[in-house]
């Protein structure tokens, strides 16, 4: 039987994580750290999941929303259930084998593997899906999955390149930027988007006079941010990414390891650095030109961060021979 392999990147939000939630645009780009899905049909009426061992789980649970799906695979099982749903005439069992880098350093990971099975299986059952099929159905499953999403990692698997977002995909307009002078540093923490997501909620449920102005205030950072960012003045967007920093650490989302890691790339002269994503740990990140990015990294690896070099600007999903 046919076997279909589909990739996607993974992601990294560059200005407005959190106010997209609350529809205000971000800018993520995204990352070739590369998630892969090989689908094929099987013959019996189960979901097989290979990923750190083998997940086996009935056609029918999969359709039930009560049903608990183990963590490792509930993102990929949502994208066969977010499939089943929309296309009522398919009931088969298939077997889905995902891999991708040992580790993911909260850059997209899930997104991009809904993502790059959702492509998989849309070409095993010929269902000729376009880019924005292939985003709604995602979305639907990592809103099953996680209850509160923007959307924009599964943009950036879906489409790639460097993109300005708006809530829930109601825009998606990729931004023409060839090169972008950023370092990516992994605080070496893990972090639960959700929870993070929740902290805010509550948040902005208690104080809404103070978050939802602070949240206005990121959605004209990032505007600001994609005019720079087209005409490449760096300098302003290290600016830019600096203020953004602040109205994160005045929403809780920052951490004592990210600021040193911060402080250190500022100290070792980048224009900006800023915590990328949820916050609580996971990546930040600096903006420096050519002639100062050893120093910084070196200094963003004295205060405690690992450098992660993945190709910025990264090509969306797409389909690999098998
Ligand atoms: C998480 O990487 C970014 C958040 O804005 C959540 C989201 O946009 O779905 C916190």
């Given amino acids: 039987m046919a ?3 589909a990739s996607a990147p993974g992601k990294l939000m560059l200005f407005g994580e959190h106010a997209v939630v609350y529809n205000r645009p971000c800018i993520v780009t995204a990352v070739g750290l590369r998630i892969f899905s090989t689908v094929e049909e099987i013959e019996t ?9 083998l997940h086996i789980i009935s056609i029918d649970e999969i359709l039930d929303p009560t049903h608990m799906q183990a963590k490792d695979v509930s993102f990929v099982l949502a994208a066969v259930a977010s499939l089943f749903r929309k296309y009522g005439g398919i009931r088969t069992g298939i077997r889905i084998i995902t891999k991708g880098p040992e580790q993911s350093y909260g850059l997209g990971s899930s997104s991009a593997v809904t993502v790059a099975t959702i492509k998989a299986l849309g070409d095993l059952f010929g269902l000729k899906l376009s880019l924005t099929d292939i985003f709604d159905l995602s ?5 099953a999955v996680q209850g509160k999403a923007s959307g924009f990692d599964v943009a950036a698997a879906v489409y790639g390149g460097t993109i300005y977002y ?7 307009e990729p931004l023409n930027v060839e090169t ?3 370092i990516i540093g992994y605080s070496g ?19 809404p006079w103070a978050v939802n102005p602070i949240f206005d205030l990121i959605g004209e950072i990032v505007e600001s941010a994609k005019r720079y960012m087209l005409v490449g003045d760096w300098q302003a967007v290290g600016e830019l990414a600096n203020i953004n920093q602040g109205l ?10 990210l600021s040193k890691i911060i402080f250190a790339a500022r100290g070792a002269g980048a224009w ?38 993945f190709k910025l600007n990264a090509e969306g999903v797409q389909l690999e021979n098998n």
């Fill in 180 to 182: 972008l002078p950023v």
């Fill in 45 to 53: 009426n189960n979901i097989e999941v290979e990923t750190n061992g």
């Fill in 248 to 257: 994160l650490e005045s929403i809780g989302v920052n951490t004592d390891q």
């Fill in 166 to 172: 708006l809530t829930g995909g109601k825009r998606v």
């Fill in 272 to 309: 900006g650095a800023k915590l990328s994503g949820a916050g609580g740990g996971d990546c930040m990140f600096a903006i420096c030109d050519n002639h100062t990015s050893d120093q910084v990294m070196n200094a963003m690896e004295q205060a405690g961060s690992k450098i992660i070099s």
């Fill in 3 to 5: 076997l279909i392999t």
């Fill in 189 to 207: 923490q893990k972090v639960s988007t959700i929870g993070y997501i929740n902290v805010v909620q509550s948040l902005i449920q208690r104080l």
């Fill in 139 to 143: 979305y639907q499953a990592v809103l």
